[in-house]
């Protein structure tokens, strides 16, 4: 069993910055593809960003130059910094990794979310 819990989200007002934080444990091989993702209300999931085991990275064009994901392999923890929030980013933010467990079976894992309010 694999798990994926998130941390750092909260209040913030417009043009601050928040730093979330998703540390995987359990039984765990190899992690491919790490990534956030997340859900405003009313609205379906979104793509934030992604961070291959390797560090190449993609990012919803909604974020570019405000967001920066990275992440610790050694640690399996994966970060997504913004800066420059704005209201719109208000969402619960999901993190997300394809994993290789122990026994060799590759899944996606969630998250519970770590919402993140940003008023104006």
């Known amino acids: 069993q694999v798990r994926l819990v998130e941390s750092g989200g909260g209040v913030v007002q417009a043009g601050g910055s928040l730093r979330l934080s998703c540390a995987a444990s359990g039984s765990i091989f190899s992690i491919n593809t790490m990534g956030w993702y997340r859900q405003a209300a009313g609205n379906q999931r979104e793509l934030v960003a992604t961070?291959?085991?390797?560090?190449?990275?993609n990012y919803a064009d909604s974020v570019k130059g405000r967001f920066t994901i990275s992440r610790d392999n050694a640690r399996n923890t994966v970060y997504l910094q913004m800066n420059s929030l704005k209201p719109e980013d208000t969402a619960v933010y999901y993190c997300?990794?394809?994993?290789?467990?122990?026994?060799?079976?590759?899944?996606?894992?969630w998250g519970r979310g770590t919402l993140v309010t940003v008023s104006s």
């Open positions: 961070i291959q085991s390797g560090g190449t990275t």
């Open positions: 997300n990794a394809h994993v290789v467990t122990r026994n060799f079976d590759a899944m996606d894992y």
